[in-house]
Nanobody
Framework: QVQLIESGGESVTPGSSLTLSCTASERTFGVYAVGWFRQAPGKEREFVAAISRYGHSTPFADSVKGRFGISRDYKNTVFLEMHSLKPEDTAVYYC?????????????????WGQGTQVTVSS
């Protein structure tokens, strides 16, 4: 399993932008598809976005489509770019790695997880 570390989470006001980073311990991070999930207090963890091994596929949850972007540098980092943030985006954000070329939309598609980074959107 690959070790993942998320960073970039902070408290922001509605309408702000934020970029989260997911950094891997391996130089072979490029062989994995990577997904971002989030979990709000009292709610189940939900899919946010993913990027396939070669970057050809980038599905997004309907709730973030048009506001969030995902990219990777093919070294060891994947980025989640978040714009027009809303209070309902408040959650702990997790990145995860999958050996499947396209990753997937479900938690069970991923084999390695980070510890999470807190994003709070509040006025």
């Amino acid at each position: 399993q690959v070790q993942l570390i998320e960073s970039g989470g902070e408290s922001v006001t509605p309408g702000s932008s934020l970029t989260l980073s997911c950094t891997a311990s391996e130089r072979t991070f490029g062989v994995y598809a990577v997904g971002w999930f989030r979990q709000a207090p009292g709610k189940e963890r939900e899919f946010v976005a993913a990027i396939s091994r070669y970057g050809h596929s980038t599905p997004f949850a309907d709730s973030v489509k048009g506001r969030f972007g995902i990219s990777r540098d093919y070294k060891n980092t994947v980025f989640l770019e978040m714009h027009s943030l809303k209070p309902e985006d408040t959650a702990v954000y997790y990145c995860a790695a999958s050996p499947n070329e396209n990753g997937g939309l479900y938690s069970h598609d991923y084999t390695s997880w980070g510890q999470g980074t807190q994003v709070t959107v509040s006025s």
